[in-house]
């Protein structure tokens, strides 16, 4: 089905073990993004990407690592976990056109680091 | 930095009622307005957009206002219904998609 998909939807792991959030889009959107979203926050940028091979950061990268070798794949991945990590993650697509920044969401993935 | 603030973190209405939900921006270079939809286990999704050199727009059900002189912005839903029960927040952009601020949400229930 067309859309952006999220996995794994959920996932404990533990302080100090790497973990990769993987995040597909079908729509072919230039631009691509990682929040996080935490109870009293809204939600916040870690990294965002212009096309493939193109990524930045944004507010809150410490601690994490993104790449984008094809453009509908975005994966997410946490070098080595901290319990400040834990959160709900969500990645996102848009294509720059019409004068518009919509941003379509995954359904997000809930992450414990124990 | 921009600060995004809600009035009313929490807003209970009875079906069929309207609903309005506030928003206070800072940052005064906001020059495009997303209000978002975020449901319960879901990720956000887009309601409505507003441009800075627009008052009003209006959408199914919903209308944005937006007055920049005092930076506010409201989200304004008719004859509300159960399944607009979710949080909802508004996302100033103030230059491209990395400058873009979430405010921390109104959570809108609705009373049958």
């Known amino acids: 089905d067309a859309g952006i998909t999220q996995s794994p939807r959920y996932k404990i792991t533990e302080t100090g073990r790497q973990v990769t959030l993987m995040c597909h889009q079908t729509?072919?959107?230039?631009?691509m993004f990682w929040y996080r979203q935490d109870l009293g926050h809204g939600l916040r940028l870690i990294y965002y990407?212009?096309?493939?091979?193109?990524?930045d950061k944004g507010e809150v990268p410490d601690g994490y690592v993104v790449s984008r070798s094809k453009t509908e794949n975005f994966p997410l991945t946490l070098e080595s976990a901290t319990r400040s990590q834990t959160s709900v993650y969500f990645c996102a697509s848009s294509e720059v056109g019409a004068g518009s920044y919509e941003q379509y969401f995954g359904p997000g993935t809930r992450l414990t680091v124990t | 930095g921009e600060s995004v603030g809600l009035h009313l973190p929490t807003l209970s209405v009875q079906e069929g009622d309207n609903s309005i939900i506030n928003c206070a921006y800072s940052n005064s270079a906001s020059d495009y307005f997303i209000w978002y939809k975020q449901e319960s286990g879901k990720g956000p999704q887009f309601i409505i957009d507003i441009r800075s050199n627009m008052d009003k727009r209006q959408g199914q059900r919903v209308t944005v206002l937006l007055n920049k002189t005092v930076k506010h912005l409201s989200l304004q839903i008719a004859a509300t219904q159960p399944g607009d029960s979710a949080v909802y927040f508004c996302a100033p952009y103030s230059g491209g998609y990395q400058k873009v601020t979430f405010g921390i949400g109104t959570k809108l229930q609705v009373i049958p």
């Open positions: 990407s212009a096309a493939a091979d193109i990524t």
């Open positions: 729509w072919s959107h230039s631009y």
